[in-house]
């Protein structure tokens, strides 16, 4: 395949976000649905079409059913960033997604047909030869709408903070996991995280770095925790808690998965790996007073969970054990980081003591 003649070309990083807790009272704003599905940037240089994902990668492959789609429905020379989804019965099905990331071509030509998936485009990053990224995102959404007409599917967008407060509430009932907000006058910057999403619970992509057997089995029978990790801006992999309460056939179902994974060579969490600050498992302390024996994990997969709060100070850690969510297959493990966390407002306590309460200067 020849190179592609655009303006822009894959890979492109896309734009990114920080959560946020509540939507502001706020006219520099765009708001927009997030939509639960796999970041996808699209590129279509005549007959060609390129489906990229987040991490970089070509997803080409897996949704053949969006590419003849999009085949009919784009110009000739376009760039855009926007969402892979599958819906079933009125609601996005994030589950139904995942399952078309599959070895097995006719699999993927199965699910392609009883579950197919759709694009929906929230920006435009080029057209024709012109690139748009260092256009304001109002012209750039003036521009998609324009492109997007009655063929192109494209996200709901808003200005007005109550409408978002609405759609918060109102779109989650279809399977939607919150809004996303972009300042109206900035330019489309890959990789950097611009943007702000409000959520209805706190999660975090971790890559799963180890694991623990049940305790009430023999080694190898059963998969009791797995153990989560997040890179620091200087790429240490640091050991942040654990994900466990599985069912007792998923405990089983997990342990055949996983087994691939078991190394026993080099592992960020061992020997000469480890760095000085890095914050591991097992180790001993007040309330275990031996080492926790744990089995190291090829960090290769990425699990998305839910937790309530950190604590620890920098590295932080998930206090309580997180909950699972769903495996990330469209997650590249080395963009898991602690940037992707939210970070709780800290307090004066002497301040408050005195009845005063007032945040510290220092979030950290």
Same mark, same amino acid.
Not at 157 to 166: L, M, Q, V
Not at 308 to 316: Q, R, S, V, Y
């Given at each position: 395949m020849a190179p592609m003649a655009l303006p822009l070309t894959p890979p492109v990083k896309p734009m990114l976000a920080r959560p946020a807790k509540e939507i502001p009272d706020t006219d520099t704003l765009l708001f927009e649905p997030k939509w639960d599905g796999f970041r996808c940037l699209v590129f279509r240089d005549g007959?060609?079409?390129?489906?990229?994902? $987040?991490? &970089? %990668?070509?997803?080409?492959?897996?949704?053949?059913?969006?590419?003849?789609?999009?085949?009919?429905?784009?110009?000739?020379?376009?760039?855009l960033d926007g969402e892979l989804v599958v819906g079933l019965g009125g609601r996005l099905d994030f589950d139904a997604l995942t399952e078309r990331i599959h070895p097995a071509a006719s699999r993927i030509e199965l699910l392609a047909e009883r579950t197919p998936a759709s694009y929906v485009a929230f920006d435009l990053l080029a057209l024709a030869d012109r690139s748009l990224v260092d256009d304001p995102t109002s012209a750039r959404r003036d521009a998609l709408a324009t492109l997007a007409g009655d063929t192109l599917r494209f996200t709901?967008?808003?200005?007005?903070?109550?409408?978002?407060?609405? @759609?918060?509430?109102?779109?989650?009932?279809? &399977?939607?996991?919150?809004?996303?907000? %972009?300042?109206?006058?900035?330019?489309?910057?890959?990789? %950097?995280?611009?943007?702000?999403?409000? %959520?209805?619970?706190?999660?975090?992509?971790?890559?799963?770095?180890?694991?623990?057997?049940?305790a009430d089995t023999a080694p190898g029978e059963a998969v009791g925790s797995l153990m989560l990790g997040l890179y620091d801006d200087a790429g240490v992999l640091h050991h942040v808690g654990v994900v466990g309460a599985f069912p007792a056939a998923r405990r089983r179902e997990l342990a055949?998965?996983?087994?691939?994974?078991?190394?026993? &060579?080099?592992?960020?969490?061992?020997?000469?790996?480890v760095v000085e600050g890095q914050r591991l498992p097992g180790g001993v302390n007040r309330w275990r007073p031996t080492e926790?024996? @744990?089995?190291?994990?090829?960090?290769?997969?990425?699990?998305?969970?839910?937790?309530?709060?950190?604590?620890?100070?920098?590295?932080?850690?998930f206090?309580?054990?997180?909950?699972?969510?769903?495996?990330?297959?469209? $997650?590249?493990?080395?963009?898991?980081?602690?940037?992707?966390l939210e970070e709780p407002a800290r307090y004066d306590l002497a301040a408050v003591f005195h009845g005063e309460v007032r945040r510290t200067d220092d979030a950290r």
């Open positions: 007959a060609d079409i390129t489906l990229q994902s $987040r991490s &970089g %990668k070509p997803l080409n492959r897996y949704f053949p059913e969006v590419l003849a789609e999009l085949a009919g429905t784009l110009p000739e020379r376009v760039v709901p967008a808003t200005t007005d903070p109550d409408t978002a407060r609405h @759609w918060f509430r109102l779109f989650e009932g279809a &399977g939607l996991d919150g809004v996303i907000s %972009k300042p109206l006058a900035e330019p489309y910057s890959p990789g %950097k995280r611009v943007l702000s999403k409000y %959520k209805h619970s706190r999660t975090a992509d971790c890559v799963v770095a180890g694991l623990r057997w049940h055949a998965e996983l087994a691939g994974l078991i190394t026993e &060579g080099t592992h960020p969490w061992l020997g000469d790996a926790q024996p @744990w089995v190291p994990l090829r960090p290769e997969r990425v699990v998305e969970v839910a937790y309530e709060h950190t604590e620890g100070g920098h590295p932080a850690r206090r309580h054990t997180a909950q699972f969510a769903r495996w990330r297959p469209d $997650r590249d493990p080395r963009s898991c980081g602690y940037a992707q």
